[in-house]
């Protein structure tokens, strides 16, 4: 017997070893609750290995900006003076879409719309990947206490360390984001391949999509704040069953991350309409449209609270306005080339509706993209003649910081 | 642990100080997780894998390689987000089959070194779609040119990295 042990000595451990990480391995498959704490060895592994990420990260930054701000300056009374140019000509542009933005947030008020604000970023720099091509995640250098929680246009933050965290990216294919269409409205899942590529799944073989159109969250996942852009369509093609197959190219490339912002809390508040322009819904419509009879003069705006508070939908407004509720989710977006230092901690972002995932969040614009969201119109809003309600609604008391949620796998 | 560091079975064999038995994989981790992000191209090549072959047949113990693997792959996995196994068992195979063929065959000269790196590539590869599809249940495309393209890609960083291993190995 035991010269047979001792002949099969190699072969008997070997089994033993395979069989003990089918089991551990068997054990994980079995328990994919998203609440399943973090594996000790999985700190240790991130704990040995962040560190010298870190030191190179910073190495390499501190290295480019030494080039770049001091050493490199070819071209920078040029581009100074190209940039004044663009500062005109946005000035003008502000000028027409701050009108726009007016209109749409007394549209907005008239139907208790609620809006997402991104409150609070942090900045936070790529410093290590996977290194496999089976798990495109990726580690920044921010962890839980810079107040990094899981849950995440990049991708989210799956896992927490104390002073990294690890991103799954959109293009894993065990992920998965709410998305839709820009211009038809189309609503998909967006998910990774085992290559790497991305692509929209659950849009009807009926419809049609072109070429070139932009995806954005859609929201309805309850992780990405809804409008951020995640790319566009590439290739459109007859899918399994009664689905297309829509190829999505992310709009940040996602092999070369170098800094990211992630969304650490998003507000939920109620339009608030601009008091010294209120107006009825159907006085919007009579600036546009020639056939409704010219509007008749503007209540005062005691008069306005007063019987705002008497018509029934204004009461269903100033319900939800008290009731209305602040998310909290953790996203990951890839942040534009940055021309100045980066943004940590709070961000003055005004909405996060219809902006690039490339872009800095203070330069996101608000736009009505989603004002005909059905979920958030009211049902006496739409139908009765409403009035804006003459109180502003207040935004949500104190931002609740909510369990975790994974995207849909 | 005489186990660990070297093995008595043959003429030839070798052994790795302990900071180079612990630095080494350490480094090929981190380097492998590090360089992805500046090159992406990086990720069809396993530096772990290769450090792997490396240690077993150096040392030509079937323990010791299963064992070198084995923790290298767990290491490598925890940096995944993948359930922590998928490279260990890999790894472990190959760790055991590149320590036990290197006690029969000369793996000292750079042309088995590059065919021996490109047969436990795909072994690799092999076992770690099986386990993937067959027990984790991941979506995975198996394709032979990528997976032989990689394989020699691998086997050519592999002549290096054994030649860089070969400067720090210890005869016993």
Not at chain 1, 214 to 229: A, E, N, W
Not at chain 1, 308 to 322: F, L, Q, R, Y
Not at chain 1, 371 to 377: I, T
Not at chain 2, 13 to 36: D, E, G, K, M
């Amino acid at each position: 017997m035991e010269s047979v042990l001792g002949r099969y000595r190699n072969l008997i451990v070997l089994v033993g070893v395979l069989f003990a990480q089918i089991l551990g391995l068997a054990i994980q498959v079995k328990r994919t609750s998203d609440n399943e704490p973090t594996r000790l060895i999985r700190i240790w592994a991130v704990g040995s290995v962040s560190p010298f990420e870190k030191v190179l990260a910073w190495a390499q930054t501190s290295t480019g900006n030494l080039w770049h701000n001091y050493f490199y300056l070819r071209g920078v009374r040029a581009e100074n003076r190209s940039l004044k140019a663009q500062i005109e000509r946005m000035s003008l542009e502000q000028v027409r879409m701050s009108q726009d933005a007016d209109q749409a947030r007394r549209l907005q008020a008239l139907l208790a719309f609620k809006e997402q604000f991104i409150s609070q970023t942090v900045a936070a720099q790529v410093i290590g990947s996977s290194g496999s091509e089976q798990s495109r995640s990726v580690f920044i250098d921010q962890g839980e206490k810079n107040g990094i929680k899981t849950d995440g246009v990049v991708g989210k933050v799956l896992r927490v360390y104390r002073s990294t965290s690890e991103v799954l990216l959109i293009n894993d294919q065990t992920s998965g984001v709410g998305a839709l269409l820009e211009k038809t409205r189309l609503q998909g899942i967006l998910r990774g391949t085992p290559s790497g590529e991305v692509v929209l799944e659950k849009v009807m073989s009926d419809e049609t999509v072109p070429a070139g159109e932009q995806v954005l969250t859609s929201g309805g996942d309850g992780i990405f704040p809804k409008g951020l852009l995640v790319g566009a369509v590439t290739k459109v093609s007859p899918g399994s069953e009664l689905f297309l197959n829509i190829h999505v190219r992310p709009a940040a490339d996602l092999s070369k991350l170098e800094e990211v912002l992630v969304v650490t809390k998003i507000d939920e508040r109620q339009a608030e309409p601009d008091q010294t322009n209120a107006a009825r819904a159907v006085d919007i419509l009579a600036e546009r449209l020639p056939g409704v009879p010219s509007k008749p003069e503007v209540a005062a705006p005691g008069a306005a609270q007063g019987s705002a508070a008497s018509e029934p939908g204004a009461k269903a407004n100033a319900a939800k306005a008290a009731g209305s509720e602040a998310s909290s989710s953790t996203t990951v977006v890839k942040k534009a080339p940055a021309s100045g230092p980066l943004p940590t901690g709070s961000s003055p972002a005004k909405s996060s509706t219809g902006s690039p995932v490339g872009s800095a969040t203070n330069s996101i614009k608000a736009s009505g993209t989603n004002s005909g969201s059905p979920g958030s119109a009211k049902p006496g809003g739409a139908t009765a003649p409403v009035k804006a309600p003459a109180k502003p609604a207040k935004p949500a008391s104190q931002p609740q910081t909510q369990p975790v949620q994974d995207s849909p796998q | 642990m005489a186990i660990t560091y070297t093995s008595g079975e043959q003429v030839e064999v070798y052994r790795f100080s302990i900071p180079a038995t612990v630095l080494i994989p350490l480094a090929a981790v981190f380097l492998q997780a590090w360089l992805p992000l500046r090159f992406p191209f990086f990720t069809i090549f396993d530096l772990p894998l290769l450090v792997t072959i490396g240690f077993a047949t150096a040392r030509r113990s079937p323990l010791a390689g299963l064992l070198t693997g084995g923790l290298i792959g767990i290491l490598q996995d925890a940096l995944t987000h993948q359930p922590i196994g998928l490279y260990g068992i890999s790894k472990t195979v190959v760790g055991f089959g590149a320590s036990s063929l290197g006690i029969k065959l000369d793996v000292e000269n750079a042309g088995a070194r590059f065919l021996l790196t490109i047969v436990f590539y795909v072994i690799h590869e092999v076992v770690y779609f099986m386990i993937a599809r067959g027990l984790v249940g991941l979506h995975m495309a198996w394709s032979w040119p990528h997976e032989l393209l990689s394989g020699v890609a691998n086997a050519l960083l592999g002549v290096l990295v054994f030649m860089l291993l070969d400067r720090v190995k210890q005869r016993t």
